[in-house]
């Protein structure tokens, strides 16, 4: 049965059978037994699926993994430590040294060194561009080598929604994936895949879990891209692999070819899963995000039209304001609500802004983002400090950004906080 999402955040992944656990037990094990060496040998030839090892699969994960590629409406999903895993490995699936991506500017800061300095040690080349560009501009930086495209559809923490059609359109002109980054929507308020974006990623530390519980990432596949039409650029999914007796992932495992070589290759060698105790933890979020999101949605919207109106709010970045100029692009992409994340800058010095900070009562300053509970962070002087005001300026962030994280408490409080902490600027 066709199931909507509310329904698959409780219901999807596991389905208990006859006298089974009607929560999703947790397999905390390391390792699964066979009654025979030839079982276990069929499994390390990928001739028979099961589990075996927990770094490769483990049925807590996967439950959780199958209930987000169903949310996303992808074939496949590998759950990771964390979001950094998730979009190290959807990039590094794709790519290796001497290969390129392109990025938009306006990602999360952790991405930004991931792609511009980590990245580049492996010998992967990255171009950042600016979504605001003209098309002939961003185009002109697609070379032979490049093997992905990457945005995040609602950016962290400058709020700016990326044109995903546009960018897939772009990405697939040139024979690439486009990868986005769907952290802050999450499939309650967009699904990527129907914009015609190829691989979704996660950090399910985020909406997903939503109670600050554990850090942990995704990435899904659509199935959609065709690696075999572009064979020569993506040499991993359509040649033989050595290190499993030269088996092709696009002809063993058709659609499956992108999420099979992630888990057997570099699960394999790179590690980097979850504990299956934390996918629990992340399951029991999953079941309330629609509800959560709706709640988000609807106190942000109150608290960006209240900082709009205040005399000591020099600028508001909230996609759900009418007078913001991208207002269109988030009613096409984010019809139901954007997210509960609003960026905006106070009037006066950046020492008011602290001190502004430093007088809430119940909101709180934390690194975390995007859970239940309200919370703000200056990313100049705290997540983003690495970077110059140049890079700030570059990656969407001018130094006076307060990040301000609406969580589900009752809006008016919420309002109140603030309001009590700007009167004391
Ligand atoms: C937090 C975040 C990440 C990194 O995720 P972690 O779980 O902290 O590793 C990546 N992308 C976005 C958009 C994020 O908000």
Not at 169 to 185: C, E, K, Q, S
Not at 192 to 219: C, L, R
Request: hydrophobic letters at 35%.
């Amino acid at each position: 049965m066709k199931k909507n999402l509310e329904t698959i955040c409780v219901h999807g992944g596991w389905k208990a059978k006859k006298g089974e656990p009607q929560q999703l037990p947790i397999y905390q094990s390391t390792t699964f037994r066979y009654e025979t060496s030839d079982q276990m040998a069929r499994l390390f030839d990928l001739k028979d699926s099961g589990y075996f090892y927990t770094r490769l699969a483990n049925p807590t994960n996967d439950a959780v993994a199958q209930k987000i590629a169903a949310l996303e409406g992808g074939v496949g999903c590998v759950l990771t430590s964390s979001g950094q895993a998730a979009n190290f490995y959807a990039i590094f699936n794709l790519c290796e040294a001497g290969g390129h991506i392109i990025t938009s500017n306006n990602i999360y800061g952790g991405t930004f060194n991931l792609f511009g300095v980590t990245l580049k040690k492996l010998g992967i080349d990255c171009t950042f561009v600016d979504p605001e560009w003209d098309d002939a501009k961003i185009e002109a930086c697609f070379r032979d080598n490049t093997r992905a495209f990457f945005g995040e559809t609602i950016s962290n923490p400058g709020g700016k929604i990326f044109d995903i059609q546009r960018f897939a359109d772009m990405a697939h002109r040139h024979g690439v994936p486009l990868i986005v980054d769907n952290t802050f929507a999450t499939p309650i308020n967009c699904r990527p895949f129907e914009w015609g974006a190829d691989i979704v990623t996660h950090s399910t530390t985020k909406y997903m879990d939503g109670h600050a519980t554990q850090v942990g990432g995704a990435v899904v596949d659509s199935g959609n891209f065709d690696w075999d039409a572009n064979k020569d650029r993506f040499p991993g999914l359509t040649t033989p692999d050595e290190s499993y007796h030269g088996l092709t992932y696009t002809q063993s495992f058709g659609k499956m070819a992108y999420t099979t070589k992630l888990i057997v290759q570099l699960m394999r060698d790179l590690g980097s899963i979850p504990s299956p105790h934390n996918s629990f933890l992340l399951n029991l979020g999953l079941e309330t995000l629609a509800l959560r999101m709706r709640q988000h949605c609807a106190n942000a919207q109150k608290v960006a039209e209240w900082l709009e109106k205040n005399e000591k709010v020099g600028w508001v970045n909230y996609a759900g304001l009418p007078s913001n100029p991208q207002y269109q692009l988030a009613k096409k992409y984010l019809p139901n609500g954007i997210c509960g994340v609003i960026a905006f800058g106070l009037k006066g010095s950046r020492e008011e802004a602290i001190r502004f900070m430093d007088n809430l009562d119940f909101i709180s300053i934390v690194t975390h983002v995007a859970d239940a509970r309200t919370c703000v962070l200056h990313p100049a002087s705290h997540t983003h400090r690495q970077l110059t005001d140049q890079q700030l300026r570059e990656a969407g962030i001018s130094p006076d950004l307060v990040r301000l994280s609406v969580g589900i408490e009752n809006v008016d409080d919420i309002i109140a906080d603030l309001q009590q902490a700007m009167a004391k600027m």
